[in-house]
């Protein structure tokens, strides 16, 4: 399946329609949480969005597809909280959300009709609305989701094609750190890129002048706005390193071995939690680079998060400790290596082995298709 996101430029009584229907499927969504918390099942809630009609006159207003999805998202939400707790997680009850809180609605199988020759898009009860088609689709449309981003609109549009490329002929170790985001056994580096601090610096700003705004005031709301575009771009940034970075790696390498890192585990016990959440090596992992090595036969090799990477001689095997400011790894057979390389040349032994420090196989992923979910991010509330 591939996915196209185009923006969308509706007129101002397009827009409300489109507000509407993001409230009404927001409504129908903390209706059916409402029952299910008082026992009903699936089967018995398919058909719960047509008795609300009767409630809320508006819903008329709203394609009724839209409204089954969200039968459908709350029971997903629902598998995965089960999922999470079954992985030993922490994990509460589902919310109902708040207004404003919903972002998306979706259109499946029907409601829509993209015309790319007039660069329309046709949704079923609010209209033909403006659509910049900058890329050519491949592969029939078989769902349309709606997104808003702070003032702006987008169309995801999301096909039966598939995604088929190429891996090289290399093997390839890959290090996490904060100084470089990826280094490998090759000695190559990839350096996080500066555009990020100047963002979050902006960010840093923008909460400091919020924390001196009088509550409801027309200054407050400007500077809301501002935070809220100022992490959306900071967003932006990221998606465009990590698909970039990951594409370069699954079309250059036929395996690439990485180290099974805790970041949870590491930002509870270090000093340096910011700097782990900032680098977001768990979001490049499993949201870009194992989903694109699905699509090119690239095997991901994962070693065991216990094995000495840091501390072992890739060349003789001897362990010693070494503080975290000393970033060259001198051994006394005489090997005098950059630390990140090292470690690199580690994983890619430990992956090659086959075999985790404990006698374990290690975890490797390979073609199984993976479905994460999708979860929209409560935007800044004023409190």
Not at 23 to 33: F, K, P, Q, S, V
Not at 42 to 64: I, R
Request: hydrophobic fraction near 30%; charged fraction near 30%; include cysteine.
């Amino acid at each position: 399946m591939i996915s196209y996101k185009f923006r969308l430029y509706p007129n101002k009584e397009q827009q409300k329609r489109l507000e509407l229907s993001l409230d009404i499927c927001r409504i129908t969504y903390n209706e059916l949480l409402s029952e299910l918390n008082s026992g009903f099942t699936k089967l018995e809630l398919s058909n719960y969005p047509l008795d609300l009609k009767a409630c809320y006159p508006e819903m008329k207003n709203v394609y009724s597809k839209a409204l089954q999805v969200e039968n459908d998202n709350l029971f997903r939400n629902l598998k995965g909280l089960s999922e999470s707790k079954k992985n030993g997680n922490k994990v509460g009850i589902l919310r109902f959300k708040g207004k404003g809180w919903k972002k998306t609605f979706t259109l499946n199988q029907s409601g829509f009709r993209l015309d790319e020759e007039q660069n329309k898009l046709k949704l079923s009860k609010i209209g033909e609305i403006k659509i910049k088609n900058h890329r050519l689709i491949k592969g029939k449309i078989k769902q349309i989701i709606i997104k808003k981003e702070i003032n702006k609109w987008f169309a995801i549009l999301q096909t039966d094609e598939t995604i088929k490329r190429k891996h090289g002929e290399n093997e390839i170790g890959l290090d996490f750190g904060l100084i470089d985001f990826t280094t490998d056994n090759n000695g190559n580096k990839v350096k996080l890129p500066k555009e990020w601090s100047l963002q979050e610096n902006k960010i840093k700003c923008h909460h400091q002048k919020l924390s001196r705004t009088k509550k409801g005031s027309n200054n407050r709301k400007k500077t809301i706005k501002l935070l809220q575009k100022s992490y959306n771009k900071l967003n932006n940034q990221k998606n465009d390193f990590f698909h970039k970075l990951s594409t370069k790696l699954v079309t250059e390498n036929k395996i690439i071995y990485l180290e099974d890192l805790s970041v949870k585990d590491l930002m509870m016990k270090s000093y340096n939690a910011k700097n782990f959440q900032k680098s977001a090596w768990s979001r490049f992992v499993n949201n870009y680079l194992i989903n694109k090595a699905e699509s090119t036969d690239c095997q991901i090799i994962f070693c065991d998060r216990f094995a000495p990477t840091s501390q072992e001689c890739s060349s003789c095997g001897r362990i010693q400790k070494i503080k975290l400011s000393e970033r060259i790894y001198n051994c006394s057979c005489g090997l005098s290596l950059d630390r990140d390389v090292n470690a690199a040349k580690n994983i890619v032994n430990y992956g090659r082995l086959g075999i985790s420090l404990n006698g374990e196989e290690t975890n490797t992923q390979s073609n199984e298709q993976i479905s994460s979910m999708k979860l929209e991010a409560y935007p800044f509330k004023d409190r």
